[in-house]
């Protein structure tokens, strides 16, 4: 098949690249002349493992590459649409400029016969406005929304390897005709016997922000569990693995801490209660107002109990923060709980120093005010306080006993309940998670 991919984000790029993976010609678009710059030259311009060497070997096979033109996707059989939808700076609707602005653009060079086909997180309704304005353009371009379902940090296998894919399709005789195209697209998962569900436009657009908010709910359910757990003695880490083995509830996406952050969840939890509300419906996700607010609240918990631990104030007191990225395996520092806690203590006239493997060109981007140091090692030179926020692997692994002698304080908040508090504590400091005794 013949691809088009119109916007080279995390979505979009990892997209691109896996589709020539599975042996179609594409072309990535974005209005970005440094990211298509950057991919075009074999190096996404973000961090994402697998990537890179995917990225050079579908250049090399001749069936990549990369354009800011729309006219590009002249070509192709289908378009993806995978441009994102941020939350508005003035309310929490999803801004769809970018989606109607890439829409409009391959609407003007599809051939006839081809299909568009949205990737981006949209607030349902979307598809069926944007088939009226195709209708009135053409006949003979159709549109069906696919949403993506992939994580950060395992974008390319959630990619090649998705655990469902989802067509919204026209209820129509071209409904077939689109399903028959995408199922050319996704030849090898399905092949591969992966679940394959064909539905209407509102399904598909539902099914993706409902598995973000189902999602963003396990883990605001098991905070809002784990501040009951700091107040009574009890420890949200085994709560969290007896009530995981009951397998209707399961053990994933129930790891109490510091809370979800990123370019998805919080952003989609807030515009899916914004839609209910255009729909007239407010009440019925009023509780993703309660799953935001006890989520921005576990950022707040670690501030206080920062604060507490340094004997009532953190002024001029040096802070060490472990990670940046809102989750470990990325550099997207997007809504991330890690550089809330950051800011909010520095703000309290902290010294802060934070770190990260991947995510601190992003983090000095958005909050140069912050001090950053490229290893633990530098970053904990010193500090009165350690905090942990992100939980790479590295920081898992670090030893007690070892940077007892560097730090001026032995004082850890483990904001994502990843160490072993024994350990910690054998080796002379106070460790402190969240929903721990
Ligand atoms: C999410 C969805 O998982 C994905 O399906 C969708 O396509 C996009 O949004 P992503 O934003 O990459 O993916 O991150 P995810 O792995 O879901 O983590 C989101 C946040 O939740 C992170 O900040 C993570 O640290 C936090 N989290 C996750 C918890 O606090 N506790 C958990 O148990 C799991």
């Known amino acids: 098949m013949r691809i088009s991919v119109i916007g080279c984000g995390y979505l979009g790029a990892v ?42 070997s579908a250049l090399q096979s001749g069936r990549l590459r990369f354009s800011t033109v729309a006219a590009a996707a002249s070509d192709a059989d289908v378009h993806f649409l995978a441009v994102g939808t941020p ?57 069906a929304w696919n ?10 296998r959630d990619t090649l390897e998705p655990d469902r894919i989802v067509y919204g399709v ?6 077939e005709k689109d399903v028959a195209k ?8 399905i092949k591969a016997g992966t679940p394959r569900l064909i539905t209407n436009f509102a399904t598909s657009e539902l099914v993706k922000v409902s598995a973000n908010a189902f999602l963003a709910t396990k883990i605001s359910f098991i905070n809002a569990i784990g501040e009951i757990a700091d107040i009574t003695g009890a420890d949200i880490t085994e709560l969290a693995d007896a009530i995981g083995h009951d397998v209707r509830i399961g053990r994933r996406f129930l790891n109490a ?22 729909l007239g419906r407010a009440s019925s996700l009023a509780f993703l107002n309660e799953v935001d607010a006890i989520n921005l609240r576990q950022r707040q918990r670690v501030v206080d109990l920062a604060v507490e631990l340094l004997g009532g104030s953190v002024n001029q007191r040096r802070v060490a923060i472990l990670g940046v990225a809102f ?49 633990v090692e530098s970053a904990l030179d010193g500090a009165e306080l350690v905090i942990l926020v992100t939980e790479w692997q590295e920081y898992r692994e670090i030893d007690p006993v070892s ?35």
């Open 182 to 189: 995408l199922d050319a697209v996704y030849h090898e998962a």
């Open 170 to 175: 026209e209820t129509s005789a071209q409904g």
């Open 87 to 143: 939350q508005k700076p003035d309310s929490h609707s999803a801004d769809l400029t970018f989606v109607d602005a890439a829409f409009a653009a391959v609407a003007a060079v599809a051939k006839p016969g081809s299909l568009i086909a949205g990737k981006s997180t949209v607030p349902v309704g979307t598809a069926e406005r944007l088939a009226k304005d195709l209708a009135t353009l053409t006949s003979e371009v159709s549109l």
């Open 15 to 56: 997209h691109a690249v896996a589709m020539t993976e599975l042996g179609h010609d594409v072309v990535g678009i974005d209005v970005d002349a440094t990211r298509i710059a950057s991919l075009s030259e074999g190096t996404a311009p973000f961090f994402e493992p697998e990537l890179d060497p995917l990225l050079k």
């Open 257 to 278: 801490g510091v809370g979800f952050g990123g370019g998805c969840l919080p952003k989609d939890i807030r515009a899916f209660a914004a839609r209910a509300e255009e």
């Open 403 to 437: 940077i007892g002698s560097i730090v001026a304080g032995r004082i850890i908040i483990d904001g994502r309940n990843a160490l072993d508090p024994s350990r910690w504590r054998e080796s002379g400091w106070t460790y402190r998670g969240l929903g721990r005794p």
């Open 327 to 375: 989750k470990p395996n990325s550099d997207d520092v997007r809504d991330s709980p890690a550089l809330a806690v950051a800011v909010q203590l520095k703000g309290l006239g902290a010294d802060v120093v934070a770190t990260d493997p991947e995510g601190i060109d992003n983090a000095r981007r958005q909050h140069p005010q912050l001090s950053y140091e490229p290893s």
């Open 147 to 156: 949403p993506e379902f992939l994580r950060e940090g395992f974008a390319v």
